[in-house]
């Protein structure tokens, strides 16, 4: 049970506002965030520094608890009667031991490969693992082979730099503010190249929230080995795909939230979804599974001794997973499964199904940080049915009327419940009471709950009510006016609501809040690992918890990003500002006109207090901090990271440093690089187009000399479901010519692939292009995981200046996290995207502005461009002041959309109209650049893609 004092009454607290007074002005709305000022994390390296980059480790494995067959089957293979013996020998020394009859040293198992198979302490454990060895569990297709498993350790490197204050701040200041205030805005401490190079997660920085892309286990991974989180998490929430229709629960387009199961035009078209769905469900459940399990074992690992975690599930999986999530933690490790309300009502030909599930297990269930949860008390509903009596102004008590309910009551009635003052069991002797000229007896079986001196006082305080022969204690609703929350959460449906939802598989933030506050306090750290439309990240925003949340698709991080970037929230009143949220939030006892509690402490009075005399308790409702109406609260800054594949041949090269020729290892190493690419190429030989549009590429090979060009092929021009006669014409034609090129339907084309560890370079394309050029290609094609934005440009103008024509093709970088080339319709690797089409302009008032004019997209296949305007992509950002790294958002614009409305309301003394209106459209708000002299413009597309250009500022177009 969580009790405390008013915490509003300490000095702390009563300083803390003060100060806030002082600082913040009276008359209007100000816009504020939270920082976590006690908190810090390692430094991680801008995106643009990986060359530098040399902090490389080996692959982390993790091993799962091996004693687990299915039955004590005494089976060589199974490894457990190794197990078993080996465990009866510690038992055995043990057992000579002294109590508590433990080793000095553990006592380990090791496998043939030199592995940890089992560790035993003393006696106690080795009989508690010898036992787990019978015990029953879910077996699955791939289990038993699977002792182990490899996670690649990569470092995360940061892209984007998000925060709300600094872009209120640009937009009123019209520039960026300065360094000093850069990195107070953005938590951007500014680290020079050089030490970003050698003091890379060593040196540790100021706390700021992350969203991080990339795989869950090679994130969680990434914490821990690089990082050192282990044991650092308070609360971790999951909601991975329920695993229910394998080829649904996630978006493929940022703006169509409508997922029809397994039509594969809704499918995934998502690079990196291809992954995480298409190989891990390989198998079905038997994989999603083993997919759960591996993620649970590093969740265990982040997760402090008193953390917990929460499991998001619906009803189909609901036994599986339990099974899985008790293998990891251990059955004692269950605190509930909560079972809350998704739905108002289905149709269905049997009953309706309405509910999903919650699987909530403490890393330790002994030790977990527990803070319960408490919902108001309504007479007559759930928690409150015995409060159907009232007490008059007069003092009459009564039983309520039929018909009568709390609205339409006498005038000051006070509701009350009549209590029993008898407990179970007899009592050893005759103990009547007497109450006004009355004698009562505990009935039979029972006995007083309270002494008689207790009842005396009961009665002194006008607390004692007769019904028929049974004495009562009269317990009014405000004695108590809440009750504890249950695992039953019946008020969380979404129904009516759906419409709200940024993401198909949102889930309701009341969902998650609760478990938030029920397992966290202010400042906490919590991570979500499947981060969707970042509901998560939001409610933990709201309350003032750290938060990390990760996801594998570009998508739904999008949706997240804005959902984050323009939210608001109450500004909770701190006990002491200078610590930030860790110091925790302010509760006061109040009361309204009415008399109700609406404060966050309320009292606890209790038979046992009036009968002792005691000062009633208090509970804390942890969700009802003091509110402070004049700030309107924005998210902190945020950053954006992703993991950066590292070279499995580098990993070889590292582990053997005295390599005689490093030269020759790393061309080596490049040259499988390359060999890899083509054979992912030709695999999966197509281009993806927008508008669901392919380009296929044959006869793909490696060109029989080259300088820099590293693939050719042929490109066919084949709308997605053309008639494949089509293409086997041109295939017989091409034939007939004995090989010679039908330039009519297929036409010769050259490939560079982009480094497997940064951005194409404008050299690389410079040099490429010249050579298809010489060698009479009709096209280049540039495939990189990232691009510069001057080698994009080149790109672009590839025709003009050197006379071919160039696209670039963009790759998802999980191609290089292992065997994925599987069959299935929706896979595809390479897409092409758009370029930015922005202009510059100096404005007659010196000042600056950029039009984001449209996304020009070129078809390789018909070899023209299609136009989409501006105000047609999902978002687009502005950095007007680009450091050629990290991407700082000064401006952030969701066109025809009412993203900033909230902000727009809060704030609307401060701001113009004018300037939420430039935060809706294509033109941005005027800005003074400050000292890069070059401005970034970052385009999201309708599937997540991220599209970056930049202009010098000298460069600016003049207008008149
Ligand atoms: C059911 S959704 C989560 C929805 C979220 N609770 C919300 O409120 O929006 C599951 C998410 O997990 C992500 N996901 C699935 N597998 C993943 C993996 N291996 N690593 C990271 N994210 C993954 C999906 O991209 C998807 O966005």
Redesign the pocket.
């Known amino acids: 049970m969580y009790r405390k004092h008013n915490l509003a009454d300490s000095e702390e607290a009563q300083d803390a506002m003060a100060t806030r007074r002082t600082l913040r002005p009276a008359q209007s709305q100000v816009a504020d965030s939270y920082e976590h000022k006690t908190a810090d994390s390692p430094m991680r390296p801008d995106v643009g520094t990986q060359a530098q980059f040399k902090k490389r480790k080996p692959p982390k494995t993790y091993s799962y608890d091996t004693s687990l067959d299915p039955a004590l089957s005494w089976d060589e293979s199974s490894g457990s009667r190794g197990l078993g013996e080996w465990l009866l020998g510690r038992i055995t020394d043990a057992a000579r031991l002294p109590a508590p009859h433990r080793f000095a040293e553990p006592q380990r198992l090791t496998g043939a490969d030199g592995k940890t198979l089992a560790t035993v302490i003393g006696l106690e454990d080795a009989v508690e693992q010898l036992k787990a060895i019978e015990r029953p569990f879910l077996n699955w297709a791939g289990k038993a082979e699977r002792l182990s498993f490899d996670v690649p350790t990569l470092p995360l490197f940061i892209h984007e730099r998000l925060s709300t204050k600094a872009i209120l701040a640009t937009l009123k200041g019209h520039k960026r503010e300065g360094v000093d205030l850069q990195i107070d805005l953005f938590g951007d401490p500014r680290h020079s190249i050089v030490e970003q190079s050698l003091r890379a997660y060593e040196h540790r920085d100021r706390w700021v929230n992350r969203m991080i892309l990339g795989?869950?286990?090679a994130v969680m991974n990434s914490l821990v080995e690089y990082e050192g989180m282990r044991g650092q998490v308070q609360m971790i929430y999951m909601?991975?795909?329920y695993g229910v229709k394998f080829g649904s629960?996630?978006q493929p387009f940022v703006r169509k939230r409508d997922v029809t199961h397994n039509d594969d035009e809704d499918m995934t078209r998502e690079p990196e979804?291809v992954q995480?769905y298409r190989d891990t469900w390989e198998l079905g459940l038997h994989s999603y599974l083993t997919y759960l399990r591996d993620r649970l074992l590093l969740a265990r690992e982040l997760l402090t001794p008193s953390g917990s975690v929460f499991v998001?599930i619906s009803d189909e999986n609901l036994h599986h997973v339990r099974e899985v999530i008790d293998e990891v933690f251990g059955q004692s490790n269950c605190c509930a499964v909560i079972t809350f309300k998704k739905t108002g009502g289905q149709s269905s030909t049997l009953i309706s199904g309405v509910c999903d599930y919650i699987l909530w297990y403490a890393r330790d269930r002994e030790r977990a940080k527990y803070r319960e949860l408490f919902f108001v008390k309504k007479p007559g509903e759930e928690g409150a049915k015995q409060y159907n009596w009232i007490e008059t102004e007069d003092g009459f008590r009564r039983a309520m009327s039929p018909g009568e309910t709390v609205e339409n009551l006498p005038d000051k009635a006070r509701i009350f419940q009549p209590y029993p003052l008898v407990s179970m069991g007899s009592s050893a002797k005759d103990t009547p009471f007497v109450w006004s000229e009355k004698t009562f007896y505990p009935s039979p079986n029972r006995h007083w709950s309270v002494t008689n001196v207790g009842l005396e006082k009961i009665a002194a305080a006008s607390r004692l009510l007769a019904i028929g022969n049974t004495l009562r204690f009269v317990n009014y609703l405000e004695d108590y006016p809440v009750t504890p929350l249950t695992n039953l959460w019946t008020d969380t449906q979404t129904s009516g609501f759906a419409s709200d939802k940024f993401?198909v598989?949102?889930?309701l933030p009341e969902v998650i809040a609760r478990c938030v506050l029920m397992t966290t306090d202010p400042g906490d750290l919590v991570i979500d690992?499947?981060?969707?439309?970042?509901?998560?990240a939001y409610v933990s925003e709201q309350w003032g918890r750290r938060w990390i949340t990760?996801?594998?698709?570009r998508v739904?991080l999008a949706l997240a990003r804005q959902r984050l970037l323009t939210a608001t929230f109450s500004w909770y009143e701190l006990v002491d500002e200078n610590r930030g949220p860790a110091g925790g939030f302010v509760y006061k006892r109040k009361q309204n006109k009415k008399g109700e509690e609406v404060g966050g402490i309320v009292p606890h009075v209790t038979l046992k207090s009036i009968a002792n005399n005691e000062p009633p308790d208090e509970e804390i409702l942890v969700d009802r901090p003091e509110e402070d109406k004049k700030t309107v609260r924005v998210t902190g800054a945020f950053c954006v990271e992703a993991t950066i594949p590292t070279a499995a041949d580098l990993e070889g090269m590292n582990a053997n440093p005295e390599a005689e020729n490093v030269q020759a290892a790393h061309e080596e190493t490049t040259e499988s690089f390359t060999d890899r690419m083509l054979e992912i190429l030709r695999r999966s030989p197509l281009l993806r187009l927008p508008g669901n549009r392919n380009v296929e590429l044959t006869n793909i090979r490696k060109p029989a000399k080259s300088l820099s060009l590293q693939a050719e092929a042929l490109v066919a021009a084949t709308a997605e479901g053309q008639d494949a006669t089509i293409a086997d014409a041109a295939d017989e034609a091409l034939e007939a010519s004995g090989g010679l090129l039908d330039g009519l339907t297929k036409r010769p084309v050259a490939f560079i692939f982009g480094p497997e560890n940064g951005a194409v370079s404008e050299r690389l394309v410079y040099e490429a292009a010249r050579e298809a050029c010489a060698k009479n290609y009709t096209h280049l094609y540039v495939i990189g995981f990232a691009i510069h934005p001057n080698a994009r440009q080149l790109v672009e103008n590839a025709e003009q200046m050197i006379g071919i024509r160039a696209t670039y093709v963009q790759m998802t970088p999980d191609v290089l996290m292992g065997d994925l080339l599987k069959n299935m319709r929706s896979s595809q690797i390479f897409s092409v995207c758009g370029l930015p089409e922005v202009e510059l302009r100096l404005r007659a008032d010196g000042k600056y502005e950029v039009e984001l004019m449209g996304l020009d997209v070129f078809d390789p296949a018909t070899m023209e461009s299609s136009h989409e305007k501006g105000d047609d992509v999902p978002a687009w950002f502005l950095d007007t002041d680009y450091n050629g790294l990290c991407f700082h958002v000064s401006q952030a614009f969701f066109p025809r959309t009412s993203a900033w409305e909230g902000l727009k309301k809060a704030l609307k003394a401060d701001y113009e109209e004018t300037v939420w209106d430039h935060l809706a459209g294509t033109v941005s708000a005027p800005f003074e650049p400050n000292g890069q002299g070059e401005i970034a413009v970052k385009v999201i597309d309708d599937r997540g893609n991220e599209l970056m250009v930049t202009r010098k500022i000298r460069e600016a177009k003049k207008t008149a």
């Open positions: 795989d869950s286990l909601d991975p795909p629960n996630f979804m995480a998001q993401y598989v949102q889930t690992p499947t981060c969707g439309s970042g509901t998560t990760i996801d594998t698709s739904p």
